[in-house]
């Protein structure tokens, strides 16, 4: 049941239940009434008879009252007043009394409530007409004014119903009603934040497919340039051994060029799978890794890089351990790419139930536009460290940034890395 129906039902049960109480009331003051008026009947009637009246007078006068009816005894059954069943229901037992006329005549007078109970049912009926009409006025005039200012609510539904198909272009109209103006308020800001954030998924969306397809093609040309020309290069050795089978220095030279290129193929082919997932981390684990990298990295650019790990006795786990590395590998190929830097300093710390990670570089920053412009690689790394349970803080001016990521050392074992290593 809606707001308004529900209303429309409080004021009609509301209106019954005053009527209610007020016809309780009118029914016990109209016995009253009817009483009352038939006692000042009766006395008049005695009045009239110690006026030494006789008995056709009297009997005349007492006929003008419209509350006595004279009994006269040759036909007293078919003189008594007529009621109703209502007005046997509502008026008390009538009166009587008997009163003698100066010619010594017995007349007996009956209290007749007919005409006050048509005064009362006219009362009632009036009542009742003025209460029938001001329900009927109640409730036009609230379900008016109930709609109209409900009619925000009903565009916010509607808004709430298209957020479910993707849609976050409807926003409600304001309202002078405080209570909904603020919830107004609130949606048209989540409107605002869910089409910002739809925008800026729908960015990194085409970012992610435009990485994924030059990791494929990066891929593919290592596979094709190093390790295909190293296996044509044995297709080839063993071709020419074939060849030159009746030469035992050509052949000895032969399989020792065989034996490097084989040597070039496992080395390519470990260095591509290090690049494609660190699978070392649960030997070396996570210390040695990074330190590993750190070297590798180092030697490649040139920069100068300060380790300084507090952290050689942490437990092995594979599930944070691999978000770490990768948020530190992203932090130094950001570095390397934007930074301009010459010294960098890393350093992993623990304490009973934490990890601290820290990377801080004498680059050249970045500011808060390009923050807000992130691309994947700073906001995979926002996400990687909420799958940690942890936070990352970016402090960055223009004498280089610091990267922190603080992350629970127990880490939930439902990480999904179909999410999380992309």
Request: charged share 20%; hydrophobic share 40%.
């Amino acid at each position: 049941m809606n707001a308004s129906n529900k209303i429309t039902l409080t004021i009609v049960l509301i209106f019954t239940a005053v009527f209610s109480v007020l016809t309780v009331a009118m029914f016990y003051q109209a016995r009253a009434d009817i009483s009352e008026e038939g006692e000042a009947a009766l006395q008049l009637a005695e009045t009239l008879a110690e006026a030494s009246l006789d008995t056709d007078t009297l009997t005349r006068l007492l006929h003008n009252s419209r509350h006595l009816t004279v009994i006269e005894h040759a036909n007293a059954a078919a003189q008594l007043p007529l009621t109703g069943p209502l007005e046997k229901w509502l008026a008390p037992p009538p009166a009587s009394t008997t009163i003698r006329s100066a010619s010594g005549d017995t007349i007996t007078v009956i209290a007749n409530s007919a005409a006050e109970f048509n005064e009362i049912i006219a009362t009632v009926a009036t009542v009742l007409f003025v209460f029938v009409l001001a329900l009927l006025l109640t409730l036009f005039t609230l379900r008016y004014a109930v709609n109209k200012r409900l009619k925000p609510l009903a565009e916010l539904c509607q808004g709430l119903e298209s957020i479910q198909s993707g849609q976050f272009r409807l926003s409600a109209a304001s309202t002078d009603i405080a209570e909904i103006h603020r919830l107004i308020e609130h949606y048209n800001n989540l409107i605002g934040s869910l089409a910002s954030k739809e925008t800026q998924v729908a960015g990194l969306r085409q970012r992610l497919s435009a990485l994924q397809e030059n990791e494929r093609r990066l891929l593919a040309r290592e596979l094709h340039d190093n390790l295909g020309q190293l296996i044509t290069g044995i297709t080839v050795q063993t071709y020419m051994l074939e060849q030159q089978k009746q030469n035992p220095d050509f052949i000895v030279k032969a399989c020792a060029t065989i034996q490097h290129q084989c040597d070039a193929v496992h080395q390519g082919m470990k260095d591509l799978t290090n690049q494609l997932y660190p699978v070392f981390l649960n030997k070396l684990g996570l210390t040695t890794s990074i330190a590993q990298m750190i070297q590798t990295w180092q030697d490649i650019h040139q920069i100068e890089v300060h380790w300084l790990p507090d952290a050689a006795t942490i437990a092995t786990n594979l599930d944070r351990d691999t978000q770490i590395y990768r948020i530190t590998q992203e932090i130094f190929t950001n570095i390397a790419k934007h930074a301009n830097a010459t010294v960098v300093t890393i350093g992993l710390t623990t304490t009973l139930d934490q990890l601290t990670l820290f990377v801080r570089d004498n680059g050249q920053g970045f500011s808060s536009e390009e923050s807000k412009a992130a691309g994947l690689g700073l906001q995979s790394m926002h996400e990687r460290a909420s799958l940690l349970g942890g936070r990352l803080n970016v402090e960055t001016h223009d004498k280089g940034t610091t990267v922190t990521l603080v992350a629970p050392l127990k880490v939930k074992d439902n990480l999904h890395y179909e999410y999380s290593d992309r």
